[in-house]
Structures are given as structure tokens and as C-alpha cells.
């Protein structure tokens, strides 16, 4: 069998790239990261606590919200949980972590670059058992329906069982020569466990067995290269009622009825980190830096803001009336949910913000960030 490449890549701005220099906002040449202008806010962000866990490195660390409790993890293999902001308990894994955190009210799941798998107690953080996965594992694990679901990078996927640790089921499919390394987390809903995958695929698998119940496209690889022909669903897919919706880098955002993976409607916006949904409106963030709002019943645009010039966002999350993203240079940019505006911004710690924003509570929000402060931050 031949064996595939993974290539590891800037995912936000390789299309229509020639140089190595043009995938990096810094450099000296090629497209410049938009400088960031004043603006007129009328939303004041504030973090309301900060905790230093430890550094990322390369590797996107994001955290696990359950009910006030923050579980945070970091490369030098730090787990914390943070109980409103104060240290409940810190330990330090046996080795150095590449991914995480997956947790319920009971079990808190990390990753390592050899595959191995630990579960802690999330009371005390004892360890409960440890695990391997066939390859690195750089996604957080999904904590639930009684399973512990990882992704590793050769894009198998497996679950275990939440008590002992012991493998239940793995689901494997074909990659293409080249595909992303994908930091997003399963998805884990009813009976249903949602993975995207390279080539642009979007697959709920069974709970109980790992047994492919759909198989939805997001996009279509199209391009003369196998470069050009990278479409991989890079980001978490995300569900509100019966719809469920997924963005793929190069390719299209598209939506599918939950139930049985019929096509609602799709858009071609290219985006590798990845999407929210609301009430109203699907959130995206595109690989150029701008953050789309696009009509759920049908994908029409409602608006954009493009004032965010690769700034390599993190994909969207949607607080009370804002829609908030967090940017390379540690900056939480607070959107208007109705036309896009700027409203309101924080500076973390300068460093990049690589993992998700976390929802906390009704309306707050955590955000790590690679030098490895974890903040929780609410916006009035």
C-alpha cells in the first residue's frame, strides 16, 4: 500500500500562493496582515481571570469548558482545572502533550505525538487509564454517550471506553496523497459521531459500533496539482436542530440535513478554521481573514467584514448579540452579530490565539493562547 504524505501547512493562505514567503503575515515580502485601526467601541471586553498553563508551541492546545470548571493543557504536558478561574488541581503528564482537552464531568482526555492516550479523573486528576492510537494524536479527544472519541493524524478514528480505556470500535477510510493536519475535535451527538475528513467528506459513524450511517460532500477537489486538489474539512462541524454544517479549506461551506446527509445547501468560501451557527445565520471565518455571515435557511450572504486581512482567525463563536474571533497576534475582535462591525477589542498577551474560543457560561468566553495564558473574558 502506499503510504501518505501529510503535509503540514499554513493552511489559511496556501491557495494562490507561490512563495513560501506569501503563507506568513510577517514576512517582508509578499501580502501584508491588515494593522489593526481604531475604532469606535461600544462593547468594553475585559478578562475577568488569567492563568498561566504553558506554552503551545506549534500545536493548537484548546481548552474544555464543563459548567464553570476550565480544563487546559499544554506541549510541556501541564493539565490544569480551573474551578471560576482558581486551581482546582495542576499535574504534569508522563509526557509531553500535542493534544487537547476533551473532558465531561468525569473524564479529561489529552493526546501525545506518540500516540498515546491518558484519561484523568476530572475530580483530582489522578490518572485512569492510558490508551494508543495508531499515529499522533493532535485533535482533542470527544468526551461522550460513555466513549472517549480520538482522531489521530493518519485519520483514523477510534473510541474508547470511558471507564477502562479498553478500544471499541475504529473507523478508517482512504486519504488522498497530500492532506492538512487537522487539529478539530470529533463531534459527538445522540447516536451519531460526526468526523470531517480530506477530500472534503463530512461522515457521521455509529456511537455503539463506528459503522458509517452518512456521508456528506462539502466540496470537490478541483485543480491540475495535488496541491490544488487539497480540500480537507479542517474545522469541527457544528448542529443547530436538525441541520448540521461543515467548511472545508479550498473548498465550499455546506450544510446537510443531520438525520440523513441530504445536501441543504452549500457556498464556496474556502476556510480551514472552521464555523458557527445560530437562530439566524451561519458564521464563518474565511482563509483571508474575513468573517462571513451567511443566511441558514439558504446560504445567501448577509454580510462580511474583510477588515481582518490574514490575520489567521480562529473560527467564530457567537456570544449573546456578538460574534467574536481571535487573531495571530493574541487580539479578540468583537463583531456586530447584525451587519459585521467592529464593536469591541482585547489584547491577550501579543502571542497568537491557535485553539478555538470556548463558550463559558451564558455570555463569556475562554481563550488560550500559545505562550500559554488561558483568560476567560466577558464583553459588556
Same mark, same amino acid.
Given at each position: ?17 507561490s512563495t513560501l514567503d506569501a503563507l506568513n503575515p510577517f514576512a517582508s515580502s509578499g501580502p501584508?496582515?491588515? =494593522?489593526?485601526? *481604531? $475604532?469606535? %467601541? ?8 488569567? =492563568? ?19 480544563? &487546559? %493543557?499544554? /506541549? ?57 492510537? &495508531?499515529? =499522533?494524536?493532535?485533535?482533542?479527544? %470527544? ?37 492538512? /493536519? ?29 459503522? *458509517? ?12 496539482? =495535488? ?14 436542530? /436538525?441541520? $448540521? ?6 473548498? /465550499? ?18 476556510? %480551514?478554521?472552521?464555523?458557527? $451557527? ?63 462591525s467592529f464593536v469591541g477589542r482585547l489584547s491577550t498577551d501579543g502571542s497568537a490565539i491557535q ?26
Open positions: 500500500m502506499k503510504p501518505s504524505l501529510v503535509v503540514v501547512l499554513v493552511p489559511f493562505l496556501v491557495a494562490g500562493c501584508k496582515m491588515a =494593522e489593526l485601526r *481604531p $475604532i469606535d %467601541a461600544t462593547v468594553q471586553a475585559r478578562a475577568i481571570w488569567q =492563568e498561566g498553563v504553558g506554552k503551545s508551541d506549534d500545536y493548537a492546545f484548546t481548552p474544555a469548558v464543563v459548567g464553570s470548571s476550565v480544563y &487546559s %493543557a499544554s /506541549r510541556d504536558g501541564t493539565i490544569v482545572r480551573l474551578d471560576d478561574g482558581q486551581p482546582v488541581w495542576r499535574i504534569k503528564a508522563e509526557q509531553a502533550l500535542s493534544g487537547g482537552v476533551g473532558a465531561d464531568a468525569r473524564i479529561v482526555a489529552v493526546g501525545t505525538a506518540k500516540g498515546d492516550v491518558f484519561a484523568f479523573d476530572a475530580a483530582d486528576g489522578k490518572l485512569v487509564w492510558k490508551a494508543k492510537a &495508531s499515529s =499522533e494524536v493532535i485533535s482533542p479527544p %470527544a468526551v461522550g454517550q460513555g466513549i472517549v472519541v480520538v482522531r489521530s493524524g493518519d485519520h483514523r478514528v477510534a473510541a474508547y471506553d470511558t471507564s477502562d480505556g479498553k478500544r471499541k470500535w475504529v473507523y478508517q477510510r482512504p486519504s488522498p496523497p497530500l492532506s492538512l /493536519r487537522v487539529t478539530a475535535s470529533p463531534l459527538v451527538v445522540d447516536r451519531y459521531v460526526f468526523v470531517g475528513f480530506p477530500g472534503g467528506k463530512l461522515i457521521a459513524v455509529s456511537v455503539d459500533n463506528g459503522a *458509517p450511517l452518512w456521508e456528506g460532500t462539502v466540496a470537490l477537489p478541483k485543480g491540475a496539482t =495535488e496541491l490544488d486538489r487539497v480540500a480537507d474539512v479542517t474545522s469541527a462541524p457544528v448542529i443547530d436542530g /436538525r441541520m $448540521i454544517c461543515a467548511a472545508a479549506f479550498q473548498g /465550499r461551506v455546506s450544510c446537510f440535513d443531520l438525520g440523513n446527509g441530504n445536501l441543504i445547501w452549500g457556498r464556496d468560501i474556502s476556510s %480551514a478554521a472552521g464555523l458557527t $451557527i445560530d437562530s439566524r445565520y451561519v458564521y464563518v471565518a474565511d482563509d483571508k481573514g474575513a468573517v462571513h455571515a451567511l443566511d441558514k435557511a439558504s446560504g445567501a450572504s448577509i454580510w462580511k467584514q474583510d477588515k481582518l486581512f490574514l490575520r489567521k482567525l480562529t473560527a467564530p463563536l457567537v456570544r449573546r448579540n456578538l460574534v467574536v474571533v481571535g487573531d495571530v497576534q493574541g487580539v479578540v475582535h468583537f463583531l456586530s452579530r447584525d451587519d459585521g485553539a478555538p474560543l470556548q463558550p463559558l457560561g451564558n455570555n463569556n468566553l475562554v481563550a488560550q493562547t500559545r505562550s500559554g495564558r488561558v483568560l476567560a473574558i466577558e464583553a459588556q
